[in-house]
């Protein structure tokens, strides 16, 4: 069976540089042997912040919006978190959609691409987010990628223009995330 | 002169368990000799995920949101954010209120106060914050307040039902703040 595989573009940005490379990192997914591939753009998902009553892990949602994100996250095998650094940290969104839910996430693994305009790819904003991930239950993949420089990489059109090597990184994150589904969770 | 604080109350539920504590912080600080207080509440200031076109370092805010909020934190010389955990983690409208500024913050004193249903207060929620808030230059005060058992502490109308140590410890943190806004910065 093939796996689904939801990938999470984490900006809202009218501007974001990231969702060319999420939309790219979509199609490679596809590509990829391991994946049946859905993305979602946190910007049109639009969930307010943060507004159930009851604690996610207590389940018991009231607000449509929580609850059709809880059947997206659901439906999903294993998530794909392509995420900027602001400040040195996760963005707002990304944290907001993870903390709307619980139960969801738990036992998945979770591949992390991340990037930034400067020299660090964002990378600290994985370490950042690592605690949190675990905390829901997510199993982050070992191999993760951070990409420098995201402005040089997106053409006039919009459109992400992958170096080679990032074609190979990309597809090292997926096998990782792959080997991860695989794995067996101790019970 | 009075110096001006920002008390920053970081939860966006409506249940929060939170706001009775923030509201008890700032009239506390509005006790407090050193400080003329105003209190924002992130739920009520409702603003969007970070929208701006632009990077915030670089100002030239587009958005009548940005331009308000701008103003209020222009306004303040110090502040107190008073944060919940989610996750082991800030929450999301704590950081998104932080990215969508830049200058506003910089060279200036933030006191730290989290709380949490549990056992920990919160307090890595407060670790996990330090290098986001050092990033836009604030300085954060280095006495925090944990508070753990939030809910144990707010009575049925809402109010806060403060502990003779808390009320100590909660001034120590103002002090805290005011010995920093004394404090020469390295041009």
Redesign the interface.
Known sequence: MTARLLVISAS????SAGRPLAQWLAERATGHAKFETTLVD??ELALP?????GLPADGGYVHQHTKDWSSTVSAADAFLFVLPM???????????A??FLYAEWQGKPVGLVSYSAGTSGGA?ALA?LH??LT??GLRPAPCTLSVPAITELVGSAGEFRAPAHLAASADTVLDSVGDLLAAPVAA
Chains 1, 2 share one sequence.
């Open positions: 809202t940005r009218p501007t946190l910007g912040f943060f507004d159930e009553p602001y400040n040195g940290g996760f963005t707002a969104p990304l944290k907001n993870v903390d600290p950042m605690p949190v905390r829901v």
